[in-house]
């Protein structure tokens, strides 16, 4: 996975141009349910982070671009949910893990919609949350409320845990 990673960065540091649209690629795969189990997206955009501490990116088209391929992902995740309901639960991997579900079902009931906005902090259950959303018949507008905040969140907070990371490396250098 960090060779994968390391990869991208590469090319993200030679086709800038083209760095805002990696980051809606990586971030609607992210948190699209499926997806997100076969592109390791956390890992990248907290590189990419790290890489605009050293000012080589713009910290801000990376928020945008995370922020719109978030909104994608989740979005396409709750339309899945609504659109194919239960028999989503009959299909790999979902099928495989009923613990996932239950957890995402249990976090609904007790917190409600904010299980949405909580949902983007979480790895597995990011876009089963997603799904529970679209299957529990929740409006578009009130999922879209809970999902665009969380999606503006967590577009700013995973690149920037790697910005700070990048800002304390470049601070111990400076040291010696």
Not at 2 to 12: G, M, N, T
Not at 118 to 125: D, K, L, N, R
Not at 128 to 145: E, H, I, K, N, W
């Amino acid at each position: 996975m960090e060779e994968f990673a390391q990869s991208i960065i590469a090319f993200i540091e030679q086709n800038q141009a083209w760095f805002p649209f990696i980051m809606v690629l990586f971030a609607a795969a992210e948190t699209t349910a499926f997806l997100s189990l076969l592109i390791p997206s956390t890992p990248v955009l907290a590189a990419v982070g790290a890489l605009a501490a050293t000012g080589a990116l713009s910290f801000t088209a990376l928020w945008i671009g995370a922020t719109i391929g978030a909104l994608i992902g989740s979005t396409f995740s709750y339309w899945l949910g609504r659109r194919y309901g239960a028999h989503i639960l009959t299909m790999r991997p979902l099928r495989d893990h009923p613990d996932w579900v239950e957890k995402a079902q249990a976090n609904f009931d007790k917190y409600g919609p904010v299980t949405i906005f909580i949902g983007h902090f979480t790895t597995i259950f990011r876009p089963v949350v997603f799904l529970m959303a679209g299957m529990s018949g929740m409006t578009l507008p009130r999922f879209m409320f809970w999902n665009t905040l969380g999606c503006v969140a967590w577009a700013f907070i995973v690149p920037k845990l790697g910005h700070v990371g990048g800002d304390l490396i470049g601070w111990i250098w400076s040291l010696f």
